[in-house]
């Protein structure tokens, strides 16, 4: 199972909107709605910041949202702080024996 | 509050084997499938293995299937990776991590420890 596809960097102003990709096939993203995303702030944990494709988790901010189309799935930071400067990385269920597959995670700065 | 406490990373010669144990707290263990995740340095997430709720199902990734086993003692509301014939390329930081939904194995992972770290070198 081949990791699925992200951009290695991101950058942004604050207070701008930026768009994350993440693309797969129809056997993970595009044939399930159980796309998640994580953020990764240096030396830290990932935190849980989107699942089921859209869903934001209690206590994350309403600047984060998540979308899909076909293969596709994406994340959208909107009003960018600096606080946002991390590492994202999906992550999908697949129909294949290993059941989950992470992105190959993208490094958003904030400029 | 939800904690898990990763333990067991250590340096290991190749073809060596090491057991990681997770203890879990805050949470009914028992009614959550647990995940194993794994980060080399300076590299991206690696998902590793999953167990069931009941322990009765158990997936692991192509890179470390027949080397590693996933367990859980829910009397213990710890998880465990026994790791067999270790490779250099098995060095990383290995987090437990919690399915965010009950009972089923389709979910986000919701809650992670903070890991630990395994160096496979001679």
């Known amino acids: 199972q081949s990791a699925l596809t992200q951009p290695a960097s991101v950058s942004g102003s604050p207070g701008q909107s930026i768009t994350i990709s993440c693309t797969g096939a129809s056997t993970d993203v595009g044939g399930y709605n159980y796309v998640s995303w994580y953020q990764q702030h240096p030396g830290k944990a990932p935190k849980l910041m989107i699942y089921d494709v859209s869903n934001r988790p209690s206590g994350v901010s309403n600047r984060f949202s998540g979308s899909k189309s076909g293969n596709t799935a994406s994340l959208t930071i909107s009003g960018l702080q600096a606080e946002d400067e991390a590492d994202y990385f999906c992550?999908?269920?697949?129909?294949?024996?290993?059941?989950?597959?992470f992105g190959t995670g993208t490094k958003v700065t904030v400029l | 509050e939800v904690q898990l406490v990763e333990s067991g990373g250590v340096v290991v010669q190749p073809g060596g084997s090491l057991r990681l144990s997770c203890a879990a707290s805050g949470f009914s263990f028992d009614d959550y499938a647990m995940h194993w995740v794994r980060q080399a340095p300076g590299k991206g997430l690696e998902w590793v293995s999953l167990?069931?709720?009941?322990?009765?199902?158990?997936y692991y990734a192509v890179s470390v299937k027949g080397r590693f086993t996933i367990s859980r003692d829910n009397s213990k509301k710890s998880l465990y990776l026994q790791m067999n014939s270790l490779r250099a390329e098995d060095t990383a930081l290995y987090y437990c991590a919690k399915a965010g939904r009950m009972t089923t194995i389709l979910a986000e992972l919701d809650s992670w420890g903070q890991g630990t770290l395994v160096t496979v070198s001679s």
């Open positions: 992550s999908s269920y697949t129909s294949s024996s290993t059941l989950n597959v």
């Open positions: 167990i069931s709720w009941d322990g009765g199902r158990t």
